[in-house]
Structure formats: structure tokens, C-alpha cells
């Protein structure tokens, strides 16, 4: 398996322009995490999904952050519109749920520049 | 916030001796697990350790988990450059239903060759 897909890999883009991340979790995998990295608040986890439902966005930031998971092999996070404040490293992690523990699996993450 | 706090922020030691590293959480737990991210990449799962285990080795690595004092450790034995890295521990929610985990705000190690 090649792992959880992350793209683009870097997005250098102006404020108020509209952002689109993605991610293939691993195959068979049923929850998929979509998490932001910056050096002042470490990594946070901004929304997670179970069977493709969004379980918990408490963690997203505001109204202008927007998540989808239209099918198990595929997420999109959305930033419209962007603000430098969004600059950090976003990771996508996925594992398959069960009650045995949930080790996750992180995508290379998208390096985020908004200018 | 359920987020744990690793400890020390930083180490640096030299190749061959051992790391440990500490972690405390705030709540009550199902398992505990730690993680490792180099430089520009994600996180990479090294092990996990159940609320009702109290040490667990894998490889070179040794956990250890105190339920009482909501602490563990991760002990790298014989360091080797390579294992320069963040290393970060992470608790469910021992909630039914919820498979996030929190991440503690991780440990820099730099092993000097």
C-alpha cells in the first residue's frame, strides 16, 4: 500500500484566495483525521470522520475551514478565504476502526504559505 | 484540555546512550501511544500501551505507563543519529464511541554522532 496520499505536498498562495487539500487515506481504512501543525499550538486536530460521517469539527478553526469525505478513498479541506494566520502543515491521517486501539497513519503533509 | 505534556521540550545526547522521555496526561485512558515525526514528515506510530499494561518493549524502545500518576515514558536504548526526531505521546478519549486521539506537544531529540 503506498500509504495515506497527501496533495499538493507545498501551496504558496494570497490572502483570500481559496484553498483545497487532499487526501486518499489507505485503503480499508474507515477514519480519516485532518490535523494542522504550526510551532506555536503543535499539532491540532481540526476534524475527524468514521464511515465517511464527520464525527467531531470542534477543532476547526472557523466558518471559513470546510471538510467533505464524498467516498472511504477520498477527503478534501477547504480554506475560502485564506489568511496568513492559516500557514502551517496540514497531515492527514487515517486508521480502521476497532477495539483494539487506533493507531493512525499520517500522510507527508501539505505545507501551507498563505502570503 | 486533554492534551499531554512531554518531557523536556528538548534533548540532546550522544550516540550509544540511552533517551528518556516523559509524558503526562490529564485524563482517564484506554491506551497510551507514542509517535515519531522527522523533520518535514508526518507522524510514524512506534508503539502502544494499554491502560492495564504497565511496560511494554518493542525493539529498542521501552514504555512504561502509570496509571495512578497519568505519566509514561519512552526509553530509546543505545541511540543512534537516526533516531533524531519528535517524539510524541497520545491518549484516546476513553470515551465510548470516539477514536480521536490528543497529541502531547512533543519532545526534540538530537543524537549527536
Known amino acids: 500500500d503506498a500509504g495515506v496520499i497527501q496533495s499538493p505536498r507545498h501551496e504558496v498562495t494570497e490572502m483570500g484566495q481559496e484553498v483545497t487539500l487532499r487526501c486518499k487515506p489507505i485503503?480499508?481504512?474507515?477514519?480519516l483525521f485532518w490535523y494542522r501543525q504550526t510551532m506555536m499550538r503543535g499539532l491540532e486536530l481540526l476534524i475527524y470522520f468514521n464511515n465517511n460521517v464527520p464525527i467531531d469539527d470542534s477543532g476547526m478553526p472557523e466558518d471559513r475551514f470546510s471538510a467533505k469525505m464524498p467516498n472511504a478513498s477520498f477527503s478534501t479541506l477547504k480554506i475560502q478565504p485564506s489568511e496568513p494566520r492559516d500557514s502551517a502543515v496540514y497531515f492527514c491521517?487515517?486508521?480502521?476502526?476497532?477495539?483494539?486501539?487506533?493507531?493512525?497513519?499520517f500522510g507527508p503533509g501539505t505545507r501551507l504559505t498563505v502570503t | 484540555s486533554q492534551q499531554g505534556e512531554e518531557d523536556p521540550q528538548a534533548l540532546s545526547i550522544q550516540e550509544g546512550e540511552n533517551a528518556t522521555m516523559n509524558c503526562s496526561y490529564k485524563?482517564?485512558?484506554?491506551?497510551l501511544q507514542w509517535y515519531r515525526q522527522n523533520s518535514g514528515r508526518g507522524l510514524v506510530h512506534l508503539i502502544l500501551i494499554r491502560s492495564n499494561e504497565r511496560e511494554k518493549h518493542s525493539g529498542r524502545l521501552r514504555v512504561t505507563l502509570d496509571t495512578s500518576k497519568k505519566s509514561s515514558s519512552l526509553l530509546i536504548t543505545a541511540s543512534r543519529a537516526a533516531d533524531t526526531a519528535s517524539y510524541f505521546c497520545?491518549?484516546?478519549?476513553?470515551?465510548?464511541?470516539?477514536?480521536?486521539?490528543?497529541f502531547g506537544t512533543g519532545t526534540r531529540l538530537t543524537v549527536i554522532p
Open positions: 485503503s480499508g481504512h474507515n477514519s
Open positions: 491521517a487515517s486508521s480502521f476502526l476497532s477495539g483494539s486501539g487506533y493507531e493512525q497513519y
Open positions: 485524563t482517564s485512558i484506554n491506551n
Open positions: 497520545a491518549t484516546d478519549a476513553d470515551q465510548t464511541g470516539a477514536n480521536n486521539l490528543f
